[in-house]
Every structure is written in C-alpha cells, then in structure tokens.
C-alpha cells in the first residue's frame, strides 16, 4: 500500500512538472517571436534610432492593449464555440458584445495610428501595417512547415 502511495505520489510530481515545463517553454517561445516581430519590423521600417526610441514604447502599449482587449472581450464569444445550442436572444447578445469588442480595437488602433505620425512620418506608418501583416505570414508559414 505504501509503495501505491509512493508511485502516485512521484506521477503527481512528474505531471506537475511536465505542465510547469511546457508552460514555460509556451512563454519562452512567445518571447522569441516577440524577438523576431520587434526585429522584423525594425529592419522592414528601417527605423532610426531616434524613431526606435519613440516608437517602441507606443507600438508595446498599444500591442498590451489590444491583447487585453481581446483576452477580456473577445475570449468570451470565443469560448462560447457551441453556437448550435445558443438561443436566438443569447446569439443576438453575444453578437452585440463581438461587434463593441471589435470597435474598441478599431478605436485602439485609430489613436495608435494617431500617435504615431507624431513620431514617424506616414510612409512608415503605411509600411508598418504592410510588416505586421508579412511578419504573420511568415510565422504562420514556419509554422506549417515546422508541422510537417
């Protein structure tokens, strides 16, 4: 009996430290790609350091919004996947609560976009959005590849 209590013991430990482990691979794996984004685009605008200077700091808060944003908001319609069951009422206020989710970020970006042309001129502007774009094809790509 006491060996049983041993081994599930040490299966609890192992399992706990399996998740632990993998959680902090998902973390670490965010950072890199936060890495590669933050160098994507710094060479695709060709920033000077003095736009590098101002421009980080926006692009970072205005990205922690947006994620917020969409962890708070957006998650809930997401996670409410079995639409076949939701009544008509219910579907209707879910859609209410999408439709304002998807404004507040449409606003986030707006002001973002319009603090942005105090700090680099619109050219670049325009070639931000073109180098997020590219630099998510890319990820998604690599990571096709990668599942093959």
Do not use: C, H
């Not at 808060?61 to 008509?88: G, P």
């Amino acid at each position: 009996m006491k060996i049983l209590k041993n081994i599930t013991f040490l299966f609890i430990i192992l399992v706990s430290f399996n998740t632990w482990s993998q959680r902090g691979r998902l973390a670490q794996k965010k950072e890199e790609v936060k890495s590669l984004k933050v160098a994507f685009i710094t060479n695709e605008l060709d920033l000077t350091t003095a736009e590098a200077e101002k421009f980080w700091p926006l692009f970072n808060e205005f990205e922690k919004k947006q994620n917020d944003i969409r962890k708070q908001k957006l998650k809930n319609y997401i996670d409410r996947s079995d639409a076949e069951n939701l009544s008509e009422k219910d579907a209707a206020s879910l859609l209410v609560q999408m439709e304002t989710a998807e404004e507040e970020l449409f606003q986030l970006r707006k002001k973002f976009i319009a603090s942005l042309k105090n700090v680099l001129p619109a050219s670049k502007i325009i070639k931000l959005k073109r180098a997020e774009d590219k630099f998510s094809k890319k990820l998604l790509q690599q990571i096709r590849d990668n599942k093959r």
